[in-house]
């Protein structure tokens, strides 16, 4: 038999749901000014090498996946006011890795994965 979820409960659980999403934002803000690295052009040459220069789409592809999280976070607090569908997508989307974004790219993951990676 399934319980209905009372507006107290519902208003409890939005209250979490909101300050865990006021907390994500607050670290995205701290990663922003934290000292961001560079685009790594370097890596993403050597790694190409190392597959024989396949997958000339690496950069745009990485730099989409890597910048996706900052389109997000320049919402800031009015994220807080999206639909719950829309948010449980968006992190939906943004708790994949790369490579299951990205499966074209699946055989980087063992090179990376090396002690002496590029």
Not at 32 to 58: N, Q, T
Not at 68 to 82: D, F, H, T
Not at 107 to 115: A, D, I, S
Request: proline share 7%; charged share 30%.
């Amino acid at each position: 038999m399934t319980r209905s979820i009372s507006r107290g409960e519902l208003r409890t659980a939005t209250a979490v749901q909101c300050a865990k999403l006021k907390t994500c934002l607050a670290q995205l803000e701290a990663l922003s000014v934290s000292g961001a690295e560079p685009f790594p052009y370097e890596e993403c040459r050597r790694l190409r090498a190392a597959v024989c220069e396949r997958h000339d789409g690496l950069v745009p592809d990485l730099d989409r996946y890597l910048s996706e999280p900052a389109g997000y976070r320049s919402w800031g607090n009015r994220i807080l006011a999206w639909p719950d569908e829309k948010i449980a997508a968006v992190e939906n989307r943004l708790s994949r890795s790369f490579f299951d974004r990205c499966p074209a790219y699946a055989e980087f993951e063992p090179v990376l994965e090396m002690t002496d990676a590029p």
